[in-house]
Nanobody, 120 residues
């Protein structure tokens, strides 16, 4: 069992930066793939970034490539999402999630989400 808690959301002006953190419980956190999702009002949830166990395989959605960076510190049981050059369309609730395999679609564990609002 893994419990995930996001933090770091807030209100920022367009062009600004935020760093989200996803803190996990459990001594086996390093064995999980972690993804960052977002969901804006009226839109479907989308995967924006994912990081494998070792942090050497990374996925980014086209909409965030070159602006967002995901990293993990397994010693601290934490995954980060650095978000730069933020745009109003990045406004959403951001969730972190964990799964046991890179090749499985379904994520098993979810955080409660953190709101990111980008003003124009």
């Amino acid at each position: 069992q893994v419990q995930l808690v996001e933090s770091g959301g807030g209100l920022v002006q367009a062009g600004g930066s935020l760093r989200l953190s996803c803190a996990a419980s459990g001594r086996t956190f390093s064995s999980y793939v972690v993804g960052w999702f977002r969901q804006a009002p009226g839109k479907e949830r989308e995967l924006v970034a994912a990081c494998n166990r070792g942090g050497d395989s990374i996925y980014y959605a086209d909409s965030v490539k070159g602006r967002f960076a995901v990293s993990r510190d397994n010693a601290k049981n934490t995954v980060y999402l650095q978000m730069n050059s933020l745009k109003p369309e990045d406004t959403a609730v951001y969730y972190c999630a964990a799964k046991t395999s890179w090749y499985v679609r379904k994520y098993d564990y979810w955080g409660q989400g953190t709101q990111v609002t980008v003003s124009s």
